[in-house]
Every structure is written in structure tokens, then in C-alpha cells.
């Protein structure tokens, strides 16, 4: 519905903000700091999935969560656990989403790239994941992916 999409990470929201304002319109998060549905914690980045729905990379929680328009809290679609265990989420910092819905993300401290695609329930490693490196098969804190 136009504007500009914000990761707003030091105030743990998104905000939009449409040409000509003076003010943005919290859409996702901004109930302060936390872990509950309805907070975000450290948001770093976003993309729009097929449905219009916005995939945020709720950093400082480890996952990501998925925010319907309209909706006044999310579902966490990846990173439900700890951050210790090698199958989740440690500082997730990009996402973005190809033509088929399958969604890849900037895994930052696990030095690695993950996709998840439609219906599933676990990330598979696409790229780094051999460790943190300048090494073939290594990556040195991801931030950021495009596809």
C-alpha cells in the first residue's frame, strides 16, 4: 500500500512512512522490547512474501516472523529455539524472497546462508556453515542476502 518499509531497531518496530509525511504508521512491533507476538526485538530486515504478508528478521530473538497486513501481532515462521543448537537461528540480519515463496536468510552468527522453502519446517543450509572464514565453503558474519 505504498511508502517506505523501515526497520526501526533501536525502537523494535517497523515503521512505514509514506511520501509527503511528516510522521510514520508502526505496523509490526512497537510494543516495546520482547519476545511476545506481538513485539519485536532489534528488527534488522524485511521483504514482502506472495501474500503481501511482511517477513521480518527479528534479530535479537533469533527468528523470523511473518506479519500479516493489518494484523496487530506475527507468527514466527523460523528460529524457535536457542540459539546454541546448529538447527536454529543466531542473529538472523537479511531475508529475501524468490518468485516461488522460498525464503533465504543472512544467518549471521552462524556464518551461514539458510532457505526455507513453502511448508517447511526446517532451514537448510545453502551456503557457509563450515564456520566462521575466509576459507571455500566459509562465510565471516553474513548480513545481508538477495536473490
Not at 60 to 87: D, K, L, T, Y
Not at 112 to 131: F, K, L, S, T, W
Request: with cysteine; hydrophobic share 35%; charged share 20%.
Amino acid at each position: 500500500s505504498g511508502g517506505v518499509l523501515i526497520a526501526d531497531f533501536h525502537n523494535h518496530r517497523v515503521v512505514r512512512w509514506e511520501e509527503g509525511a511528516t510522521r510514520g504508521e508502526v505496523i509490526a512491533g512497537g510494543n516495546g522490547c520482547g519476545s511476545g507476538p506481538h513485539q519485536l526485538r532489534s528488527p534488522s530486515s524485511m521483504a514482502l512474501d506472495q501474500e503481501g504478508s511482511l517477513l521480518i528478521a527479528d534479530s535479537r530473538n533469533n527468528r523470523i516472523v511473518r506479519w500479516q497486513p493489518g494484523s496487530s501481532m506475527g507468527q514466527v515462521v523460523a528460529g524457535e529455539g536457542s540459539p546454541e543448537f546448529p538447527e536454529q537461528l543466531n542473529l538472523p540480519e537479511g531475508i529475501a524472497v524468490d518468485l516461488s515463496g522460498t525464503f533465504f536468510i543472512a544467518d549471521t552468527r552462524n556464518h551461514r546462508i539458510v532457505r526455507y522453502a513453502p511448508g517447511d519446517a526446517d532451514a537448510e543450509p545453502c551456503a557457509g556453515g563450515a564456520g566462521r572464514g575466509s576459507g571455500f565453503g566459509q562465510l565471516d558474519w553474513p548480513t545481508r542476502v538477495a536473490v
